[in-house]
């Protein structure tokens, strides 16, 4: 298992130390001899593709890639896996069970509580509510009706809908009891009627989870805990055991829909989603491997694929990308980059600013809003895989925003498409090395993929294929330009800041999406296709609780007004640190591996958007602690923002306090290497390919990515291929590799 047989010869990263272990983590291997190499395995499974890197204790890295397999995804994810083992020299067939044993961590994100959401397979779910609001699932919230819906869509009524709640009507309880927003019991609890909505849903129902949502129980979880003891005494007492989650654990913040939302989704999807992962689980253990599976969470955390609260995973599919461009802004000493992931279903994208992650606390899910923190990412259907039609009533182009996904794919793949796709289109402009695609293991047809395109769009339009085509691809990198100009970046400098491309269609689509526009700079990396998977490893260990409080801090108010104002916020930072403290020395860590961050959501009052603010203190108990906490928010506040949207005196509205809490763990490290010369080896060059551009055929140099090495420029019209995604150079368009194997696009001079 010789990682200089990989493939990829220059190293893309090296397996760092870390001491972290959780108690099943420490078990030894005695087969694993001293001088073994290590691997670190992380997969980012798509609604395409399952990517899958192996990262070695020697720098290299390699890419596995197959269709993602949502009925059962462990299949998806070994086939991925062998193809990436292969690629370092490890058969699988010969080598049995033993392979595995050299993983030093195995991390996995994927669609399978997404998947349980979309096709309505989750647990049937009660649901106990303060009496008077049994429909709230049904209401929800009218801006639900358009999230994630294109301007057009919003627009117009008849597009919006109100989904199918994940609990009908008649599952829902009501109960007599009130709690106001101070946290002061106005009604008792009735508990007769607790009892009795608890043995109808049981009984009568025989629902398999029970999802406990009272109102403020956020500022006071009495009326919850007693209900789930009387459910609890019930369940005993029937000898019947069901899920049973509580909004005032799940998600303890204000905002009563999404709590319901998010307290629903805990009980209906997460233990249904957990089979899934158990799966890939076992298929690794038959290999040889000695650990637990890890997940990722939403907000860029790795845990145990046991965790209790695994709905806070629903949402990881993007957030490996976010977290792996964090590290390489660190790495080439920026603050502020933009991500852009492009796959064959979608194209989302994230702005980190002022080395800041975006984190959405009430994101959207589903059609529902959620309170489950998740690193702000927005999306669009625009990809790869995005059908071409034909508008029947004008004859436009009408691109997606369905898609045709990894299966059955674009029409050169014969597998059952017959609608054109973006790929058949990079396929006919000379882009997409039909020899190449998928590194050549998947079979293309360009021929069907020419008579199709022609048959429905081209002949319609009264326009040559290659014209047509190119129309296509032009407008959906309009679509994607617009969504990071017109949406994501609206408000902020483009000049500050570096536009970053990766997913398996990235670097092929990055400089037709950056567009003319002054970005700073543009990347992106040679692992550019597992790039999700990539950052998935370069995450910690870590869990973060939120919990709301409402406090006002006006600048005429006396230091000891201002203390007894802000108590709420030490008080719940230590609660939550107890909560998390707790949680991690039951998975086996010790208090020694575990490092505490608290934060606060500071705004100035008035204004709409919060920051995030690490404290630099661990509790607030001198006005000297109070000021230290204030003077970074202002910090971050004038580093993120305009000075004009800073009041010369302010009053501070701290909305919410959080408490993260991490142990290291062994994740790949960029590290610099020795510039070569600027010409590329000879060996690196593939000839040249006709490639459509601008209305005309010109002949494209073709490079093999994996033999550039850095220190190599090379000027468009360029195509440089991989086995997992292709870079599209245009004429005017320059590449320079620096020491980390960065990928740096300039305009030429």
């Not at 009272?214 to 029937?238: G, P, T």
């Amino acid at each position: 298992m010789m990682a200089s047989q990989s493939p990829l010869k220059t190293p893309k990263a090296t397996v760092e130390d870390s001491t972290s272990a959780t108690r099943e983590e420490t078990q030894s291997d005695s087969s694993v001899q001293p001088n073994t190499p290590r691997y670190l395995v992380a997969c980012d499974a798509g609604g395409t593709m399952t990517d899958v890197i192996i990262v070695d204790d020697q720098g290299q890295s390699v890419i596995g890639k197959a269709p993602t397999s949502p009925q059962d995804e462990s299949i998806g994810y070994m086939e991925s896996l062998v193809e990436a083992l292969e690629a370092i020299g490890v058969d699988p067939a010969s080598e049995g069970r033993t392979f595995g044993k050299n993983f030093e961590t195995a991390i996995y994100t994927g669609t399978s509580m997404l998947n349980t959401v979309i096709n309505l397979s989750g647990y049937k779910t009660g649901l106990l509510v303060t009496r008077g609001f049994e429909d709230i699932l049904a209401q929800g919230r009218g801006s639900q009706t358009f999230i994630d819906a294109q301007w057009t869509e919003i627009t117009h009524m008849q597009y919006r809908k109100h989904r199918v709640p994940l609990v009908p009507r008649r599952l829902a309880r009501g109960v007599t009891e009130r709690i106001d927003l101070f946290g002061r019991v106005v009604i008792p609890i009735y508990e007769h009627e607790v009892e009795q909505g608890i043995r109808e849903l049981l009984v009568d129902e025989e629902v398999e989870a029970i999802a406990i949502v009272f109102l403020q129980s956020f500022n006071n979880s009495e009326h919850e805990d007693k209900a789930a003891e009387i459910a609890r005494n019930v369940m005993r007492e029937l000898d019947r055991e069901v899920v049973l989650e509580l909004s005032s654990r799940v998600a303890p913040t204000t905002r009563e829909i999404s709590r319901a939302n998010a307290t629903v989704i805990q009980a209906y999807a997460s233990d249904p989603a957990r089979k899934q992962l158990f799966r890939i689980e076992d298929k690794l253990v038959e290999t040889g491997y000695p650990h637990s599976l890890k997940t990722v969470l939403g907000y860029g955390g790795v845990t145990n694929i046991r965790y209790p609260r695994l709905f806070e995973s629903a949402m990881s599919g993007p957030v490996g990308g976010l977290m792996g461009a964090q590290y390489v802004a660190k790495v080439i000493g920026e603050e502020n980059i933009v991500c852009s992931d492009v796959g064959g279903t979608s194209f989302d994208a994230g702005a980190i600013t002022a080395g800041v992650l975006p984190i959405d606390r009430e994101p959207g899910f589903q059609d529902m809003y959620v309170n489950v923190p998740m690193l702000g990412i927005t999306s669009i259907g625009a990809g790869t895989g995005t059908y071409i039609r034909l508008d029947p009533q004008t004859k436009r182009i009408k691109l997606g925003p369905d898609s045709a996904g990894g299966t059955p794919g674009p029409t050169f793949m014969e597998a059952g498409n017959t609608t054109p796709t973006i790929n058949d289109v990079n396929l006919i402009l000379g882009v997409l090395n039909e020899h190449n695609y998928l590194g050549g293991k998947v079979p293309v047809n360009a021929e069907v993929s020419h008579a199709l395109f022609e048959e429905k769009i081209a002949a319609p339009l009264g326009m040559s294929v290659h014209d047509a085509a190119e129309t296509c691809l032009e407008l959906l990198n309009v679509m994607m330009r617009e969504h990071l100009v017109r949406s994501l970046m609206v408000g902020h400098d483009l000049r500050e800041y570096v536009l970053l491309g990766y997913g398996g269609a990235g670097p092929m689509h990055l400089l037709g999406y950056a567009g003319d526009h002054p970005w700073k700079s543009v990347i992106t990396v040679p692992h550019a296709g597992a790039f999700s998977a990539w950052g998935c490893a370069c995450m910690d260990y870590s869990h973060r609780r939120h919990k709301s409080v409402q406090l006002l801090l006006p600048p005429e108010a006396s230091p000891e007004t201002l203390l007894q104002q802000v108590a709420p916020v030490t008080a719940g930072w230590r609660d939550l640190e107890q909560e998390l403290l707790s949680e991690l020395q039951s998975e086996g860590f010790d208090s020694s591996q575990i490092s505490i961050h608290r934060v606060a959501y500071i705004r100035y009052y008035g204004q709409l958007e919060d920051v995030e603010v690490e404290s630099p203190v661990a509790s607030i108990d001198t006005p000297e602690d109070l000021d230290q906490l204030l003077a970074a928010f202002n910090d971050l506040y004038t580093r993120m923002f305009t000075l004009a949207a800073k009041p010369e005196v302010g009053t501070y509205h701290i909305t919410e306090v959080c408490v993260i809490a991490k142990v290291a763990t062994v994740k790949p490290r960029l590290i610099a290497r020795e510039l070569s010369d600027k010409k590329p080896s000879t060996d690196a060059s593939k000839g040249t390919r006709p490639v459509y551009q601008r209305g005309q055929w010109a002949e494209a140099d073709i490079w093999r990515m994996e033999s550039l090495v850095p220190g190599n420029e090379i000027n468009g019209l360029a195509v440089i291929e991989a086995s997992n995604t292709t870079l599209f150079v245009p004429p005017e368009w320059h590449v320079r590799i620096d020491e980390h194997d960065i990928y740096w696009l300039e305009r030429r001079r």
